[in-house]
């Protein structure tokens, strides 16, 4: 295995990071990590301004044979760099390790030259690429390119003039549609109040029979017991028995007490001579 040079437990792909340059956009390019060797290899990656750069994953651990993805996103820039230059860098470190060695046992020993101990290290320079190059033109493109331009405007105005039509005639279209659903919901609450109004007279009627029926038969029950009343003042005495009044039948709306069995009479008590006459005749 060659241990010389820069990089010799992984080979590293590109050599240069080249980032798509547009403000206010963040961009990102991926780096390919691969093991050369039959043992475990642990990397780390650094950079000249973390502040402006984001590495997932920065370190791990590559089995024999295997490859990982780096990748590493620049923030959104605010400015243009002057002549799209950058000076930025990266720096990939790697070392063999132990068997079984997971990125949680990485730390910054795991790359100490000490001891005679071998450090690989490669270093990656940074490149911007234009979002949007300009393209080249053509002396006489200027004198071209304007009639064709005013043909193309005269074009597309009658394009956009039907759109315009269009576009009004599907507005009064929903007009009309929302006026029709309004007047709609106005007919049902109507509807809703006359069947209500309706419903309250019915109940209204039904309860106005039924008091005229209560109070038909109450006048009944009084004409009775003014029989009965009649006949004892005039010397017969029928059963009357326990009568109940519930509620007023006269028009001064006197309640009626409860009467209670009539009081047995006897025959030996004497009558008024006007009412003994009445008997007679």
Same mark, same amino acid.
């Given at each position: 295995m060659d241990?010389?040079g820069? +990089? ?5 792909? @590109?050599?240069?990071?080249?980032f798509?340059f ?10 390919q990590? *691969? ?17 402006k750069y984001?590495v997932?994953?920065?370190? +791990?651990v590559?089995? @024999? %044979?295997s490859?990982?993805?780096?990748t590493v *996103?620049?923030q959104?820039?605010r400015?243009?760099p002057p &002549? ?9 470190q790697? %070392?063999?390790? $132990? ?5 949680q046992?990485?730390?910054q020993r *795991?790359?100490?030259?000490? =001891? +005679?101990k071998?450090? %690989?290290?490669f270093?990656?320079r940074?490149?911007?690429i234009?979002a949007?190059?300009?393209s080249p033109v053509?002396e006489?493109?200027?004198? &071209? $390119? $304007?009639p064709?331009s005013?043909?193309v &405007? ?5 394009m956009?003039s ?6 009004q005639?599907l507005?009064y279209?929903?007009?009309?549609? *929302? ?17 209500l109004i309706?419903?309250? &007279?019915?109940v209204l009627?039904q309860?106005l029979?039924r008091?005229s029926?209560?109070?038909l ?9 003014m029989? %009965?009343y009649?006949q004892?003042?005039f010397g017969?005495? @029928?059963?009357? =028995? ?10 001064t709306?006197? @309640?009626y007490k409860?009467l209670?069995k009539?009081?047995?009479? $006897? ?11 009445m008997?007679?005749s």
């Amino acid at each position: 295995m060659d241990i010389n040079g820069s +990089g010799v437990f992984l080979g590293i792909y @590109p050599a240069e990071l080249k980032f798509l340059f547009e403000l206010k956009k963040q961009s990102s390019c991926s780096v390919q990590l *691969t093991n050369r060797t039959n043992q475990y290899v642990a990397f780390k990656v650094k950079t000249t301004n973390p502040r402006k750069y984001s590495v997932r994953p920065n370190s +791990g651990v590559i089995l @024999p %044979g295997s490859t990982s993805n780096v990748t590493v *996103t620049m923030q959104a820039q605010r400015e243009m760099p002057p &002549d799209m230059q950058c000076k930025d860098k990266f720096l990939i470190q790697s %070392g063999v390790v $132990s068997d079984g060695t997971t990125v949680q046992d990485i730390n910054q020993r *795991t790359f100490d030259k000490v =001891g +005679g101990k071998i450090v %690989g290290e490669f270093k990656l320079r940074v490149a911007y690429i234009p979002a949007n190059p300009p393209s080249p033109v053509p002396e006489e493109s200027e004198e &071209d $390119s $304007s009639p064709g331009s005013s043909t193309v &405007d005269d074009e597309g105005w009658p394009m956009i003039s039907k759109m315009m039509e269009e576009n009004q005639k599907l507005y009064y279209e929903l007009k009309i549609i *929302t006026e029709e659903v309004r007047r709609t919901q106005a007919r049902r609450i109507s509807l809703f109040f006359v069947l209500l109004i309706g419903l309250a &007279d019915l109940v209204l009627g039904q309860v106005l029979i039924r008091n005229s029926i209560i109070n038909l038969d109450l006048r009944l029950v009084g004409l009775r017991w003014m029989r %009965g009343y009649r006949q004892l003042r005039f010397g017969q005495f @029928p059963e009357v =028995g326990n009568l109940v009044i519930l509620c007023n039948i006269d028009s001064t709306n006197t @309640p009626y007490k409860e009467l209670t069995k009539a009081p047995e009479y $006897s025959h030996d008590v004497p009558f008024e001579s006007s009412q003994i006459k009445m008997n007679n005749s």
